[in-house]
């Protein structure tokens, strides 16, 4: 008979677990010892929990397979709940473990205690706790309800007493999950019908055709139809920037001209749309919409109308599409490629300046094609979200679905640990870099070549902007520091580069390029460039 904590570490391995990132207690000791013991699955202790949440939740968006993360009592679980919400609104496979009291105890008065099975329900898609002798069946059960659906997190309490058990476990035999049915025969020829009687249809892509992974079969559908396609932000690499068919990012900088197209569709044509990121009828045109997923349409129907609901196998749905007869559709396809084109033009940084659009080009310039990018909630990811050409999705990491400052940083470290032979940077403001500024530590002790870059404005860009366009002092809760704090050389032992103009910039990245370990580029920038690129309408 193995050990509690013994039987947890095998079966997380069993999963296909490799790290399990967090802030350990007293009673994880335990199993953390277990994992020291277990070949292939290790422990990351990090500098904050939420950063915990945030590292399983990239490792789970990468490899397909939950990631792990655990604080304890109390404030640990409150911290990692960042993380977990993540998991949740950026759909991510995770299993998010949390110490728990034993029974006698759960419901008394007792420090650090609080109702933690309450505190996950709402943003987990179950939670639940161990029990000696069902430990396996239960963490194949949660990995299952993680990655089955829309993927997200799970929540699993341990209490605190049954580490050192020795019982023999249940027998577990899941059953396999049943699989997506196809959509009915009828919404399918429905959906033709409406598709056929468009003259300007237009395809949106979402979220959930990435977690699909029928990019293939998606770019046939819109090739075969020569279908004008815009992306939410995080389909990004979905449809690459050069194709001829490629429109431009939703609700990101300079919005108001990818509206340009999307406002003369007739039909909006959602494949995998998640409005996790931005709902339908806050950008569509009146046009009906044909929506194409796993999961029914989410949308005001009072101000939208929905055409067909083609919920099933969605790889089912589109190969159906494909037997349609060719259109005959009214886009100006040249008109669009060179509204495109003047798009990206404007983003274009100026000669000699040196602005957050110099400091994406230079990045750009030495990171592989096949590099990984993380970016940071703020007015920089507007401008990456539109700007940054992304072969794949797996190659720019944002969260637009959950959105929290200080998620850059720990999806590096992640990116880095789950694709070692890739080179890893990252992009992120004032504000998300002393969010998680401890985890550069993180990243200094496991040695881990990334390039951070911090675009240091010394504000709250978005903020500012926002303010500003309502006429209320801009200056009013945004400022970081009284005045400019001064440069460093180092951080937590990481080396800082400094750069204000684009030769140091340079500089800095050749530097940086040949480097080991962790090195933080501070380019000291204004924020003027954004004014008149983000935050532009939809309509």
């Known amino acids: 008979m193995k050990t509690t904590g013994q039987q947890f570490s095998e079966t997380l391995k069993e999963i296909g677990i490799r790290y399990v990132f967090g802030v350990p207690s007293g009673s994880m000791i335990d199993y953390m010892e277990a994992i020291r013991k277990t070949d292939g699955i290790d422990f990351i202790l990090v500098s904050h929990e939420a950063a915990a949440g945030f590292m399983a939740s990239v490792c789970g968006r990468l490899n397909r ?28 496979p995770l299993l998010a473990f949390t110490d728990e009291l034993p029974e006698e105890k759960r419901h008394r008065t007792v420090q650090m205690n609080i109702d933690l099975q309450a505190l996950f329900k709402p943003i987990t898609k179950w939670t639940t706790r161990l029990e000696a002798g069902r430990v396996k069946k239960t963490l194949l059960a949660a990995a299952k309800i993680a990655g089955t659906g829309l993927p997200g997190p799970v929540h699993i309490g341990v209490p605190s007493n049954i580490s050192s058990l020795k019982i023999r476990e249940e027998q ?132 939208c109308k929905l055409a067909a609901d083609v919920v099933g196998d969605m790889q089912v749905s589109l190969q159906s599409f494909l037997v349609f007869p060719r259109l005959n559709h009214a886009w100006d396809l040249e008109a669009l490629l060179k509204r495109k084109q003047k798009m990206f033009a404007a983003l274009k940084a100026p000669d000699m300046s040196f602005g957050p659009l110099a400091v994406l080009e230079g990045l750009r310039d030495i990171l592989p094609k096949d590099g990984i990018l993380t970016c940071d909630v703020g007015a920089h990811l507007h401008l990456i979200g539109q700007k940054w050409p992304t072969p794949e999705p797996g190659c720019l990491l944002m969260t637009n679905g959950w959105s929290s400052m200080g998620f850059a940083i720990p999806a590096a470290i992640a990116a880095k640990l789950c694709c070692p032979d890739k080179k890893v940077a990252c992009v992120m403001g004032d504000g998300g870099f002393l969010m998680a500024a401890g985890e550069m530590a993180t990243a200094q002790r496991l040695g881990l070549h990334i390039i951070f870059i911090l675009l240091s404005d010394n504000e709250l860009a978005l903020i500012r902007i926002k303010q500003t366009r309502k006429n209320y002092p801009s200056y009013y809760g945004t400022r970081l520091f009284e005045k400019d704090y001064p440069d460093s050389d180092h951080f937590l032992g990481v080396p800082v580069l400094n750069a204000s103009d684009q030769a140091a910039y340079k500089a800095a990245l050749q530097k940086a390029v040949f480097l080991t370990g962790p090195v933080i580029i501070k380019a000291s920038v204004t924020s003027s460039e954004y004014d008149d690129l983000v935050l532009q309408k939809n309509r």
């Not at 194709?243 to 990101?252: A, D, E, S």
Request: negative net charge; hydrophobic residues 45%; charged residues 15%.
């Open 65 to 92: 397979i939950p990631g792990a993360c655990f604080a304890t009592f109390g404030p640990g679980a409150t911290n990692l709940s960042t993380g977990v919400g993540a998991a949740l609104l950026d759909r991510s």
């Open 172 to 303: 577990t035999v899941l059953k396999p999950s049943p699989g997506i049915k196809p959509a009915p025969a009828a919404v399918m020829e429905t959906m033709r019908q409406a598709v056929l009687k468009a003259k300007k249809p237009l395809v949106v892509i979402g979220l959930t055709a990435v977690q699909s992974q029928l990019k293939p079969l998606i770019l046939e559908v819109v090739e075969k139809f020569g279908l004008p396609v815009v992306l939410t932000p995080m389909a990004k690499g979905m449809v690459p920037e050069d194709h001829p068919l490629y429109v431009g990012v939703l609700n990101h900088a300079l919005a108001n001209m990818v509206a340009q197209t999307h406002q003369q569709a007739d039909l909006i044509i959602g494949i995998g749309y998640d409005p996790v990121e931005v709902n339908y009828e806050d950008w569509i045109p009146k046009a009906p919409i044909v929506h194409i997923s796993i999961v029914p349409a989410d949308l005001d129907t009072y101000n």
